[in-house]
């Protein structure tokens, strides 16, 4: 060993090289910037082209039917926040020689890239192919959609192309609580420009659209309707192709519009329609550069696939709209606005090296949330136009605040610090004071739940409390606040204690789902029981399952109505935050064990945990995804994977490249948050990645899944600094490598092997109780087992 360990220097030259090379080949930013496709399933399932202004939903068959929920049959089509801009569109095509025709209505296959979309709809006429590219710029009013018509026959072809867009300029949902109504639609035809522009009746919304460049253009009088919702107008325009044998044409339109002039709308549609190619350009470059930014290199290269997927998929929901701000929307279609939930989000993106995407949507959060509440409590919901559906569940206020506390201590930006410092201690005083009446730190109100009559002190809001207690200590210590410092430690020491202490319920081996009183339970079990009838309300049958569960929350009722009347931790719904606790670290170890293999156990299904383990029905990225963070929060590793890989399995079922929200494959077909799920067990665990970016100091501390020998990850942000961290498994024994673009910094590697011996860039090292402490830019640690 003596001679392989003399010769590190130039073996630490060549494992860096090594790891260069595999850095470039996990990089060309990621194989996924070919796409994936659909291989002809999934037809009529929807798909997304996101820009954050602009963002346009259709059938992956090419066709826009009336979709979602919120707003009935509107949720698709082309969308510019706060209004949508058209339903969709149709193209026909016919051949001017023989008078075929074609509509362009069932495309074969559908190619989802990052930054756009391919539909391919094969032999649509003799010898001739049809295939549409689409793409959203970011901070531009519209789309681009491109046509391209490819002969493959021996004959010149003639063409008729129709192009027809069916208008529908109305407003984001829940508008008409302050006021805002959609109103008729009215079109008409620019001769100048050539181009269609139409606007609503009583308000400033406009849309335009045409082909680029468009000097054969003519309007087709009397078009065949698209048949959509809404109170839109059906216009159409035609072009002349010519197109050689054995070659191609191209046709294409920029469909724009705006919210507030028709100055606006034109000028937008100019500079797309005069620029599409080079923003085509830098729509690749930004997803190019997004993925080459903390990126991975592992054995699970499905894994590693969705990690690149989950983070493209975060920046489809970002909405960035005047007069509003920026921030990571919720999901497609139902949820393309703000939630105070996204902060499950924002710590993904700030593990993942986006601490600036973070930054501002905690900004627009805090804005909106001052001017709905103007005391500290975090908004629920906010629409794109500043319409506020539900004010606040507690636990949010929590988050945001926990939330704020990481993105400091991964950036270190103390300017950022100082200003949201004010944010976090009046969100503490209205977690503390205004809902904590009885003063036993346990905040009231609403959780991530929302289940009808479970209004007390839950287990989440207690536990984000005791976090977002801890993150302002932090903060506050750091900003040289040192009496406020020690008042939010003592509070969080004394909260985790009490949540131990009362939620903890031994006999069930369990936390509870509340804590307060008989009278309250019995209300979580009667409300449960009637959000479950609801559905007769809203003119939908009960199934048999819901019969069951309605006779089993009425027998809950009565069985609690027996009990003696104290106050105390109760388990009513068995809602999965029951793993809270385990997800922050505050449960002891031997008792976390112990849950979090019941949990696994008795309320895990296919694809995790059960939202309610009473109900054993629903499943979400989000549940499973905290799981997982749960159980590699005590180094179980192997556990946490498990989870991981359930929502992996759960990757491309409805959209390629996507993941839904309910398991395995519905509700919105995008959502942010299942990136909490891959990225915060894979670099915070998996790599062991914990900084503290104030005090220039990162410490390593991976988790390695079993079978995995070699892992890495480069261009990791961290403060101002740039660090790369791969790990392997040699014949010698371990092997770290770290790199950072900085000086200064110091590193610390916790590899807790007894009787192991160090070697830090070829030179014998103790380690000490805290690790191997490292210096520099460039380091190689080797670490041989005892024998």
Same mark, same amino acid.
């Given at each position: 060993m003596t001679a392989a360990i003399r010769s590190l220097p130039?073996?630490?030259?060549?494992?860096? =090289?090594? +790891?260069?090379?595999?850095?470039?080949? %996990?990089?060309?930013?990621?194989?996924?910037?070919? *796409?994936?496709?659909?291989?002809?399933?999934?037809? &009529? #399932?929807?798909?997304? =082209?996101?820009?954050?202004?602009?963002?346009?939903?259709?059938?992956?068959?090419?066709?826009?039917?009336?979709?979602?929920?919120?707003?009935?049959?509107?949720m698709a089509g082309l969308w510019l926040h706060p209004i949508k801009l058209i339903d969709g569109f149709r193209a026909t095509v016919t051949d001017s020689a023989t008078h075929r025709r074609s509509v362009l209505s069932h495309a074969a296959e559908f190619i989802n890239y990052p930054y756009g979309n391919r539909l391919r709809y094969g032999p649509v006429l003799d010898s001739l192919d049809v295939e549409r590219f689409q793409f959203s710029p970011d901070g531009r009013q519209g789309v681009v959609v491109r046509y391209t018509l490819h002969n493959r026959g021996a004959r010149a072809r003639t063409l008729s192309f129709d192009f027809a867009v069916k208008t529908d300029l109305r407003p984001v949902w829940y508008s008409e609580h302050i006021g805002i109504h959609d109103a008729p639609d %009215?079109?008409?035809?620019?001769?100048?420009? *050539? !181009?269609?522009?139409?606007?609503?009746?009583?308000?400033?919304?406009?849309?335009?659209? /045409?082909?680029?460049?468009?000097?054969?253009?003519?309007?087709?009088?009397?078009?065949?309707?698209?048949?959509?919702?809404? @109170?839109?107008?059906?216009?159409?325009? #035609?072009?002349?192709?010519?197109?050689?044998? #054995? &070659?191609? +044409?191209?046709?294409?339109? !920029?469909?724009?519009?705006? %919210?507030?002039?028709? @100055?606006?709308?034109?000028?937008?549609?100019r500079g797309i329609a005069r620029d599409h190619e080079r923003l085509l350009q830098r729509q690749r470059e930004r997803y190019a550069s997004l993925l080459a930014r903390a990126r991975v290199s592992i054995p699970d290269r499905g894994l590693q696939e969705v990690y690149d997927w989950v983070r493209v998929n975060t920046q489809w929901t970002v909405r960035d709209v005047p007069g509003m701000g920026r921030g990571v929307g919720a999901g497609l279609m139902e949820y393309p606005w703000w939630f105070g939930t996204e902060t499950y989000t924002l710590q993904a993106l700030i593990a993942a090296g986006q601490p600036d995407l973070a930054e501002a949507t905690l900004r627009l959060l805090r804005r909106q949330s001052m001017k709905a509440n103007a005391n500290g409590r975090i908004v629920h919901e906010v629409t794109t136009n500043?319409?506020?559906?539900?004010?606040?569940?507690?636990?949010?206020?929590?988050?945001?605040?926990?939330?704020? $506390?990481?993105?400091?201590?991964?950036? $270190?930006?103390?300017?950022?610090? *100082?200003?949201?410092?004010?944010?976090? =201690?009046?969100?503490?005083?209205?977690?503390?004071?205004?809902?904590? #009446?009885?003063?036993?730190?346990?905040?009231? *109100?609403? $959780?991530?739940?929302e289940v009808l009559g479970l209004n007390a002190e839950l287990i989440d809001v207690a536990v984000y409390t005791q976090q977002a207690l801890a993150a302002t200590a932090r903060?506050?210590?750091?900003?040289?606040? =040192?009496? &406020?410092?020690?008042?939010?430690?003592?509070?969080?020491?004394?909260?985790?204690?009490?949540?131990?202490? @009362?939620?903890?319920?031994?006999?069930?081996?369990?936390?509870?789902?509340?804590?307060?009183?008989?009278?309250? +339970?019995?209300? %979580?079990?009667? /409300?449960?029981?009637?959000?479950?009838r609801l559905k007769e309300t809203n003119g939908d049958s009960l199934t048999p399952r819901d019969r069951e569960l309605i006779a089993y929350y009425e027998h809950l009722e009565q069985r609690l109505s027996s009990m003696p009347d104290t106050t105390r931790g109760w388990i009513t719904n068995k809602n999965w935050v029951v793993t809270t606790p385990m997800e922050v670290g505050i449960a002891p170890p031997e008792r976390a064990r112990a849950a979090l293999d019941k949990i696994r156990r008795e309320n895990v299904g296919e694809y995790g945990p059960y939202l309610s383990a009473v109900d054993r029905q629903a499943m979400m990225t989000i549940a499973t995804g905290v799981q997982a963070v749960s159980e590699g929060r005590y180094g179980r590793t192997d556990q946490a994977m498990w989870y991981v890989d359930r929502i992996v399995q759960t990757f491309g079922r409805t959209l390629p490249g996507s993941i839904s929200e309910m398991m395995p494959d519905y509700g919105c077909f995008v959502i942010a948050w299942t990136s909490y799920g891959i990225v915060v067990p894979l670099i915070e665990q998996v790599f062991g990645i914990e900084p503290d970016a104030p005090a220039r100091n990162v410490v390593l501390h991976p988790h390695v899944p079993s079978g995995w020998k070699q892992m890495s990850i480069d261009a990791l942000p961290v403060g101002t600094n740039t660090i790369s961290f791969s790990w392997r498994e040699t014949a010698r024994g371990i092997e770290y490598g770290i790199e950072a673009e900085q000086d200064g910094w110091t590193f610390t590697v916790k590899e807790p092997s007894p009787g192991a011996k160090y070697y830090l860039n070829g030179r014998p090292v103790a380690p000490r109780a805290s690790g191997i402490a490292m210096h520099g830019t460039h380091n190689h640690l080797l670490v041989v087992p005892a024998r």
């Open positions: 130039a073996a630490l030259a060549l494992f860096l =090289t090594v +790891a260069r090379l595999l850095s470039a080949q %996990a990089d060309s930013a990621s194989p996924i910037m070919a *796409g994936l496709g659909n291989h002809g399933r999934n037809a &009529d #399932r929807p798909y997304v =082209t996101a820009g954050d202004r602009a963002y346009l939903i259709g059938t992956q068959d090419g066709n826009f039917p009336d979709m979602g929920s919120h707003v009935p049959g509107e %009215a079109v008409a035809w620019q001769e100048k420009r *050539g !181009v269609f522009l139409a606007r609503d009746r009583h308000h400033p919304w406009f849309a335009v659209w /045409g082909a680029t460049p468009s000097s054969d253009a003519q309007p087709v009088s009397h078009p065949d309707a698209i048949r959509t919702r809404g @109170r839109g107008v059906t216009a159409a325009s #035609r072009y002349r192709l010519s197109v050689p044998p #054995r &070659d191609s +044409a191209a046709l294409t339109f !920029v469909l724009a519009g705006s %919210a507030t002039s028709e @100055r606006d709308a034109v000028e937008s549609y500043g319409a506020v559906a539900n004010q606040g569940n507690s636990q949010e206020t929590a988050q945001f605040i926990l939330t704020a $506390g990481k993105l400091v201590r991964w950036t $270190g930006d103390l300017a950022f610090a *100082g200003e949201i410092y004010p944010a976090m =201690t009046q969100g503490l005083h209205w977690l503390l004071a205004d809902m904590d #009446r009885n003063h036993d730190l346990f905040p009231e *109100g609403y $959780g991530i739940m903060v506050a210590e750091l900003l040289g606040r =040192t009496g &406020d410092a020690e008042q939010y430690r003592k509070l969080a020491a004394d909260l985790e204690a009490r949540i131990n202490r @009362r939620l903890w319920i031994p006999d069930e081996g369990s936390y509870a789902d509340f804590y307060g009183t008989r009278a309250q +339970a019995m209300s %979580a079990a009667e /409300g449960a029981s009637k959000q479950i």
